[in-house]
């Protein structure tokens, strides 16, 4: 048995082990000198997953990353990101089977990708050792197969882990957010439109922009998401208006956490809003970011996670995106690979518990799912 054919994480619980073992389909007792206790100690080094789909362990280990090398002339066009908090940072979709994972570009990451001769055209390697194998997707406008647009690039809100309000960047015409779906449209990829804003004065202010615009987008006839900031009464309007989707962010449902880094928002406020929010759309068609790495333990996630999922909202388990424009102005820390399967198997039950499916989704980051490690998508 090589050692390249194990794909186990060191410090890993026996259920791990058991799932690992019967996914590979090899009995551990043969793995020549080995015990059980010490294929525990076992490392990403020794992945060695070539031509095979992309696991929920390998998933989650690059998102754990989250970052990777590429040289510029193998990226595909795209306009760049200028949403939440990866805004202002290029990034690579990378795709294998029906698995995708987003990366953000750079050059110091101990991923890259590189150029291969056969099955797939790209691969990610780590450490000088091909992990998987698959190809690059087009993102014209944010991710893959969507107009993810972000209609205000500014916001007078200022969460401690989101470059946006330093950024403070351009507010879209009609006339502009038109032109970048027909750019998606024309390239045969428009299968969703997902609406996104920071605050430029007022929260009202932002959903009215939304309620004016999408008239002019029912022509394209595909589903329309909607994430802003949301105001009493404003999913009911959404709803009649045909959106299909909405993702109010709760960010953390850590109270603590949520007064130092979110200190102008209202957790109990977002709450409010979401339970509205299922009484106009109806189970699996309510999502919530929940930020995972600003500190929070594994509990106050567990807790967070059941409380949106008893109110039949999905919740979005985001990694944490440092951004160099927010350095030392909240804890952020990207959370192991271990963290990333453990914290996505507990959704994975509640979600079954609760009657709940990401893999419906037709807009935004569940349809993405390029950022998170997605349970009944990813595995
Ligand atoms: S998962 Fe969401 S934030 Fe991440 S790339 Fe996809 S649409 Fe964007």
């Known amino acids: 048995m090589a050692k390249e054919d194990l794909f186990v994480f060191s410090n890993m619980g026996t259920d791990n082990l058991n799932y690992i073992n019967r996914r590979i389909n090899i009995d551990l007792s043969m793995i020549k000198g080995k015990g059980r206790n010490s294929i525990r100690t076992i490392t990403l080094r020794d992945i060695c997953m070539q031509n095979e789909p992309i696991t929920p362990e390998l998933k989650a280990f690059l998102i754990s990353i989250g970052s990777v090398s590429i040289d510029s002339s193998f990226i595909p066009r795209a306009r760049g990101s200028t949403a939440g908090p990866g ?39 780590h450490e000088g050792r091909e992990i998987a194998r698959g190809k690059l997707e ?57 609406l996104t804003s920071g605050v430029e004065t007022s929260v009202e202010g932002e959903v009215e922009r939304v309620l004016k615009l999408l008239p002019a987008l029912k022509k394209y006839n595909v589903p329309i998401g909607v994430s802003v900031y949301p105001t009493a009464g404003c999913s009911r309007k959404f709803y009649e208006a045909g959106v299909s989707e909405v993702k109010y962010n709760v960010e953390t449902m850590d109270c603590e956490i949520f007064k130092k880094v979110c200190g102008d928002l209202s957790l109990d ?111």
Not at 144 to 151: K, N, W
Not at 350 to 361: S, V
Request: glycine share 8%; net charge positive.
């Open 87 to 125: 805004a202002g940072t290029g990034s690579v979709f990378f795709r294998a089977g029906e698995k995708r994972v987003r990366l953000s570009i750079n050059k110091d990451s101990r991923l890259s990708i590189l150029k291969v001769e056969g099955e797939g055209n790209v691969a990610i390697f």
């Open 269 to 379: 406020y977002i709450l409010d809003r979401l339970k509205e929010a299922v009484d106009a759309f109806g189970k699996n068609r309510v999502f919530s970011n929940l930020i995972i790495g600003l500190g929070e333990s594994d509990s106050s996630v567990t807790e967070g996670i059941e409380t949106l999922v008893k109110m039949r909202v999905i919740p979005i388990l985001r990694p944490v995106n440092p951004h160099p424009l927010r350095v030392g102005d909240c804890f952020t820390e990207r959370p192991s690979p271990e963290r990333i399967l453990k914290l996505a198997k507990i959704e994975a039950e509640m979600l079954r518990r609760y009657g709940l499916n990401p893999g419906l989704a037709k807009t935004m980051c569940l349809k993405c799912t390029g950022c998170d490690l997605v349970p009944f998508v990813d595995f």
């Open 138 to 194: 087009p993102a014209l406008a944010h991710c893959p197969e969507q107009a993810f647009i972000t209609l205000c690039e500014k916001c007078i809100f200022d969460c401690k882990y989101c470059p946006v309000p330093k950024l403070q960047g351009h507010v879209k015409s009609e006339e502009e957010v038109l032109s970048i779906v027909d750019e998606v449209l024309k390239s045969g990829n428009l299968k969703a439109i997902s």
